[in-house]
Nanobody, 119 residues
Framework: QVQLVESGGGVVEAGGSLRLSCTTS????????VSWYRQAPGKQRELVAT???????TYADIVKGRFTISRDSLKNTVYLQMNDLAPPDTAVYYC?????????????WGQGTQVTVSS
């Protein structure tokens, strides 16, 4: 069974940084892409950043220049480095991975990790 486990959330002051991790239970390259989403209270879940199997990264306009998505294939882990955090970044952050093998074409979600930015 495929599992995505997020970690790294917490409480940080405005202007601070956090690094989120998403570790997959299977080979990272069986997914394309792997993405980070977030959901603030009362709002819809929104796409934050994506990394493709080939390494191409894309970002929501609101986080460009502040957030960086990266991966360590040896650790089957995708990271989201978040700098210059602001209170509107407060949300539950979710890892998402799209399966691409004949045995798994499901869309997988992690359990989420809370990020709270205080002003």
């Amino acid at each position: 069974q495929v599992q995505l486990v997020e970690s790294g959330g917490g409480v940080v002051e405005a202007g601070g940084s956090l690094r989120l991790s998403c570790t997959t239970s299977v080979n990272l390259f069986t997914f394309n892409p792997v993405s980070w989403y977030r959901q603030a209270p009362g709002k819809q879940r929104e796409l934050v950043a994506t990394i493709s199997r080939g390494g191409t990264t894309t970002y929501a306009d609101i986080v460009k220049g502040r957030f960086t998505i990266s991966r360590d294939s040896l650790k089957n882990t995708v990271y989201l480095q978040m700098n210059d955090l602001a209170p509107p970044d407060t949300a539950v952050y979710y890892c998402n991975a799209q399966g691409t093998t004949p045995f798994d074409r499901n869309n997988h979600w992690g359990q989420g990790t809370q990020v709270t930015v205080s002003s």
